[in-house]
T-cell receptor
Framework: GAGVSQTPSNKVTEKGKYVELRCDPI?????LYWYRQSLGQGPEFLIY????????DSGLPNDRFFAVRPEGSVSTLKIQRTERGDSAVYLC?????????????FGPGTRLTVT | QKEVEQDPGPLSVPEGAIVSLNCTYS??????FMWYRQYSRKGPELLMY????GNKEDGRFTAQVDKSSKYISLFIRDSQPSDSATYLC?????????FGPGTRLSVLP
C-alpha cells in the first residue's frame, strides 16, 4: 500500500519568504507528526496531531511555524518569514494505535533550503 | 544531558561482520524502544519495535533492551553492504517520541 508522501521533495526559498510543506499520511492513520532533522542529528519533534486537532505543538520553535490538518488526513506545515536557520529536512510521520504501541512510519521528507 | 545518547560513529565493518549499535536513555518513563534505518536522503524506516527488557529477533536483526541500565542495542548478523545507513534509536512514552542522533554504519564489501 501507499506510504507517507511529502511534497515538495526539495524547496529552495529566499530569506523572509513564506513556505508550505505538505504531508499525506497513510490512509486510516489518525496520528500525524512533524519533525525537523538537521545534518548529523536525529529527527526533532515539532508537532503532533490526533485527528484534526494539534494535540501537542510544544516542539514548534516559534510563532513563525504553524501546522494544520483540517480534515484529519493531509497536513500542511507553514513557515512564515523564513530564516537561514530554518534550513533542514522536514519529516512527516503517521501512526496507528496497535494495542499499547504506536508504530510510526515516515515520509521521505522535504529538504528546505533558505538562501 | 540529552534524553537519548548514541555514538554517532562513523562505524566501518567488513561484510559478514556482526555489528553492535548502542544507545542509552535517561528517562525511566520511556517504555517503548525503536530502531530505525535511514538511507541517505530518505526518511527513517522502522526496523524494530520493542517494549520489555530482553531480546527481540527479526531475521538478521536482534534488538536488546535493558531497562535497569537504560541501555538498548541493535545487533546485525552477517552484515551486508546494503546495511550501510544511519541507524537511529528512539523511544517514547505516550506520544512523546525522542530520537538519538544516529550512528552512521558502513559495511565494506
Amino acid at each position: 500500500g501507499a506510504g507517507v508522501s511529502q511534497t515538495p521533495s526539495n524547496k529552495v526559498t529566499e530569506k523572509g519568504k513564506y513556505v508550505e510543506l505538505r504531508c499525506d499520511p497513510i490512509s486510516g492513520h489518525t496520528a500525524l507528526y512533524w519533525y525537523r532533522q538537521s545534518l548529523g542529528q536525529g529527527p526533532e519533534f515539532l508537532i503532533y496531531f490526533q485527528g484534526t486537532g494539534a494535540a501537542d505543538d510544544s516542539g514548534l520553535p516559534n510563532d513563525r511555524f504553524f501546522a494544520v490538518r483540517p480534515e484529519g488526513s493531509v497536513s500542511t506545515l507553514k513557515i512564515q518569514r523564513t530564516e537561514r536557520g530554518d534550513s533542514a529536512v522536514y519529516l512527516c510521520a503517521s501512526s496507528s494505535y496497535r494495542g499499547a504501541t504506536y508504530e510510526q512510519y515516515f515520509g521521505p521528507g522535504t529538504r528546505l533550503t533558505v538562501t | 544531558q540529552k534524553e537519548v545518547e548514541q555514538d554517532p560513529g562513523p562505524l566501518s565493518v567488513p561484510e559478514g561482520a556482526i555489528v553492535s549499535l548502542n544507545c542509552t536513555y535517561s528517562n525511566s518513563a520511556f517504555q517503548y524502544f525503536m530502531w530505525y534505518r535511514q538511507y541517505s536522503r530518505k526518511g527513517p524506516e522502522l526496523l524494530m519495535y520493542t517494549y520489555s527488557s530482553g531480546n527481540k529477533e527479526d531475521g538478521r536483526f536482534t534488538a536488546q533492551v535493558d531497562k535497569s541500565s537504560k541501555y538498548i542495542s541493535l545487533f546485525i548478523r552477517d552484515s551486508q553492504p546494503s546495511d550501510s545507513a544511519t541507524y537511529l534509536c528512539a523511544t517514547h512514552y505516550g506520544q512523546n517520541f525522542v530520537f538519538g542522533p544516529g550512528t552512521r554504519l558502513s559495511v565494506l564489501p
